[in-house]
């Protein structure tokens, strides 16, 4: 076999090309997700769709297609006018409000002892400062 390839030369050939590419072989690992993490509140549309789902069920117990449902959901959404809209409106802001409370409690249960630390290197920013100031009266 004069000039051509062997089975190893066409396997490393074949290893070359797979490690081509910007970021080749190199996966970014996404950062754990905290399961005490509060969960984001449903938007007016889907407080809408669990109460529409419950009387679809109701008018069409034969159905068994999940899509059927929500394609039948979001129509009605459509030709809702917005004052038929309003009570969905308020249950969702209901709920982005209390999820904007536990937010805020989650967050100071995970800055925890970081407050602390701010608090001392500002005093202690304060007091190099003052210190000084001493220096340069002394001069």
Known sequence: MKGGQTKSDSMQAGNKLKGNGA???????KAAKDPNKPKRPASAFFVF????????????????????????????????????KAPFVQK????????????????LKLAGGGNDDESDKSKSEVNDEDEEDEDEDED
Do not use: L
Not at 23 to 29: Q, S
Not at 53 to 82: C, L
């Open 23 to 29: 970021g080749a072989g190199k996966r970014a690992k």
């Open 49 to 84: 769709m669990e109460e529409f789902r419950k009387q679809y069920k109701e008018a069409n117990p034969d159905n068994r297609s999940v899509s059927a449902v929500g394609k039948a959901g979001g129509e009605k959404w459509k030709s809702m006018t917005d004052a038929e």
């Open 92 to 107: 969702a802001e209901k709920r982005k409000s209390e999820y904007n409370k536990k937010m805020q409690a989650y967050n």
